[in-house]
Each structure stands twice: as C-alpha cells, then as structure tokens.
C-alpha cells in the first residue's frame, strides 16, 4: 500500500505553523539609529573573520513589513524572533536607545495587525561587546545585566506579547562562544566554559521569573538544541562516550532547571563548576517553564578519544561515514527528532514542548527566476512526520517553527549556508519563494479551506 501523505489535517487543530529568526542573522542596521556593538559585530568585522558579516545582513531592519505579510502569504501563524540587547540598551545597560525600541514595537505590531503571532526570544547570542569587556557571560554581574533588560523588555513589550523564549540554545553560545572559540566572542577553554555555563544556567530560571512577574498571563519557555547521539559501535568505551556527549550537549542546561542538577555522574570532571556556585544556586536555577523549545538538526556520532580531557570523546564525522547531509555536512536524520521528543518528555516537570527551530541548508540556486529545492520538501515531510508520529504516541509537542524564513547571516559560516523557505539575493536584497515556500503555502492552506474561521 502506498504511504499516506502527511497531512496538515492529521495535526490537532490548535497546532502552531510558524517560522524562527534571529536578531542578528537577519536584521542588518548595526550601528544604524544609535544601535551598539553586541560581540557578533565585533567578531565578524574582525579581520581574521572570512566569513563576511551581517552589517547588513538580510536589513530585516528596513524590510520587516513586507518580510511579516510574506509569513502570512506562506499561511503560518506564528513568528519567532529574537530581541537585539545592543540595539535597546547600547552599552549593555544604562541608557535605553528609543529607536531601537520603537522598532521593535512596529514588528510586534505589525504581527498583531496580520495577524501573526509573536514568539519573542530575549536573548539569541548577541551579547552587547560593552559588557562583553567586563566578561561577558563569565562574570557573575551577568546575572544582573540580564534580569535588567528580561526585565525592561517584558515591561515594555508584555501588554503585547504573551509568548516569551529566554534563551536560544545555551550549549551553543556558551560551548562555541566560550570553550570553542568557534563563535563570538572567540574564548577559550575550560576556565571560560564554566563560568560562563552557569551563569547562562541560572539566567535561564531568572530571566523565566521575571518574565512571570511582569507579564500577566505570559507562555512562558525557553529552548534547546538536542543531537540525537549514538556510539560508533558497541565498545564500552565508546558507549560511555557517546553519554558523555548526550551529557554535555542534551541534559546539561535543562537538568540544573528542572532540580536535577548538572550532569556530574557521567563526567566527574565537571563537578569543578562547583567553584563557580554561590549559596543558594541549585534554587536558583530553577523554574518551572510552562514549554521548551527543542531545537534539532542532526545526530551525532561519537567515540572515545583522548581529547578534550573531561569529555574524553570525539565525533565521528558524517563524512566520514558516508551519510546524507546538509549543506554544512552535518548528517539529516529524522528518527532523531523524534528520539530527542521522547527523551525530552520523559522528564518530569515538563509541560509542552514546541520545535522551536527545525530546518535545512541546502546549496540553492536561482535559476530562471525560481529555486527547486525538493530536499527542503522532503526534509518537510519527514520533518512534520515525525512530529505526528509523537504526538501520536501522547508526547505533547503544540507546534514547529520551520527556521527559517528567508536565507541570512549563518554565523561563523556567513552567508553560503542557506536555510530560508525565501531565497535571498543578498546583493539586492531580492526575495524570491523558494518551490518548498510553495509546497508550504499549499500544505497549510488545506486547513483555511476546512477551518474557514480558523
Ligand atoms: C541556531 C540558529 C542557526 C541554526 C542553523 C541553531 O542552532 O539557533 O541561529 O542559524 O541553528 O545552524
């Protein structure tokens, strides 16, 4: 028998269609209208960066308008994107920038008069550089910049917006940014890495308390990335590996928030982070968020190897095992969405769970005026598939936003990775739908046909 096609209808009525963006990656207008610097300028105007950068980026920041209808063309309901702490507050805190936050009043209201749902994320790693040369999320005082702005933009925005995100991705900014160096701001080590995890652990809960206290009736989350992780064979070293890798890359962040503390049995090493806790931390970093977000892109395969001491493992690379990949050669592999929804479930103290960020880059062309990207329809289907599949099984996952909408800035990568549904000709800032905008359209439109008032 023929395999059903995946079916907008399938899904419960109240399941949200949207798309994902981030300040940085799409907005453009750096230093335009008295916006500061936030790490992500400083890093990719830097002359060791070759990557480009995203001074202008998709300039979302003049184009937001027709970018917010072109969300309601495609027949989503929901936009998620992120607040550019720089653009508010230049210098980090201290003196607010009105324009910047006028422009955020006209995206918020522009949703609202298109009826699109805003999803806002406060703090989607564009860390304002003046606090940045104080340390950044290193020094503890992070803990009071932060509540500062969560608690000025939930003040300000709050009548508007009842859905909030505290956080894109904690392992991301804070591995790569602070252990890595692969991201902004560029730091190194373990001596970084810790510190600055927790302080991101414990900002996660705060910032989750003031947006409590300040906004009435908010839905609150905050999200995830999650790599669905296997050995490469059943050795006991790599087995122990490949836990040491979930560990570190899908329990750290959300263990702590729901009282369970950090990871430390699978790696004794990180029991120095203890040196970074003041009285009363392990209450701290606990909130009880009405959703997560779970961010998920491929898996990972992982083996023992000497490097780097702690972790002790290392990533068997899709390349190397010759397996269907994105664009960046990171592997496409749907079961593990839904393993990663079932792992994620199991906890107790989690309440909803939305995909916050699911999507594909791919090396899409415009030729003759169109974009054929039938992987993208693909990824899609198996993508929206797997969620079913889930909430089939009694997991509670409400919705999917798709990142992303229009190609932009892919942080250390630049511009070559392209995620969009809309195709961007980053020359003259040209949109043009992509075939899986259209697959899209008409995928979702099945049900405006069947729910006309919807
Ligand atoms: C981030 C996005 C990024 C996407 C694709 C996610 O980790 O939140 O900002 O563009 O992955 O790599």
Redesign the pocket.
């Known amino acids: 028998m023929a395999k059903k096609e995946i079916d907008v209808l399938d899904f419960p009525d109240d399941f949200l269609w949207g798309v994902?963006t981030?300040a940085y990656?799409i907005e453009g207008a750096f230093d335009t209208d008295g916006k500061g610097a936030s790490i992500w300028d400083t890093y990719t105007n830097e002359k060791s960066f070759k990557n480009g950068n995203a001074n202008e980026a998709i300039d979302f920041y003049n184009n937001f308008e027709e970018d917010i209808k072109r969300i309601k063309e495609l027949n989503l309901d929901s936009f998620r994107f992120s607040l550019s702490w720089s653009r508010i507050f230049p210098k980090g805190t201290g003196e607010i920038n009105m324009a910047g936050v006028a422009f955020y009043h006209k995206v918020i209201d522009t949703c609202l008069d298109q009826g699109i749902t805003p999803w806002v994320t406060l703090y989607?790693?564009d860390l304002p550089q003046e606090l940045e040369d104080k340390g950044g999320w290193t020094n503890r005082s992070i803990l009071d910049w932060f509540s500062f702005y969560v608690d000025f933009c939930t003040k300000e925005y709050g009548s508007k917006v009842s859905n909030w995100m505290v956080m894109?991705?904690p392992m991301?900014f804070i591995g790569l940014g602070y252990f890595t160096g692969q991201h902004a701001p560029g730091k190194k080590g373990l001596k970084k890495f810790l510190p600055a995890a927790h302080h991101a652990t414990l900002c996660q809960a705060i910032g989750g308390r003031i947006v409590r206290e300040n906004v009435e009736g908010a839905y609150i989350g905050t999200?995830f990335?999650c790599s669905h992780v296997t050995p490469k064979n059943y050795f006991w070293s790599n087995i122990k590996a490949a836990k040491r890798v979930d560990a570190l890359l899908n329990r750290f962040f959300i263990e702590p928030l729901l009282g369970m503390g950090y990871p430390y049995k699978e790696f004794l090493g990180l029991k120095k982070i203890k040196k970074y806790f003041k009285s009363g931390d392990e209450k701290l970093m606990q909130f009880d968020f009405d959703f997560i977000g779970l961010?998920y892109?491929f898996r990972i395969v992982a083996k023992y190897n000497l490097l780097p001491p702690i972790l002790f493992a290392k990533e068997v690379s899709a390349l190397e095992r010759n397996v269907k990949t994105n664009s960046?050669g990171m592997e496409i592999y749907h079961k593990g969405l839904y393993k990663m929804i079932k792992k994620f479930s199991k906890y107790e103290g989690i309440n909803a769970i939305y995909i916050t960020?699911a999507?594909v880059?791919l090396d899409d062309e415009l030729i003759d005026g169109k974009v054929k990207d039938p992987k993208r329809i693909k990824y899609m289907k198996k993508t929206f598939s797997k969620i079913l599949k889930a909430i089939r099984k009694g997991k509670n996952v409400k919705g999917v936003f798709l990142?992303?909408l229009v190609d932009?800035f892919?942080?250390a990568?630049g511009y070559k990775?392209r995620?969009g549904l809309i195709y961007n000709d980053f020359k003259t800032q040209k949109r043009t739908l992509k075939k899986s905008a259209f697959w899209l359209q008409s995928f979702l439109k099945r049900k405006e046909k069947i729910y006309p008032d919807s």
Request: glycine share 4%; with cysteine; charged share 15%.
């Open positions: 994902a981030a990656q989607h790693w894109n991705e991301s999200t990335s961010q892109y960046m960020e999507g880059c990142w992303t932009n892919e942080w990568e990775p995620f």
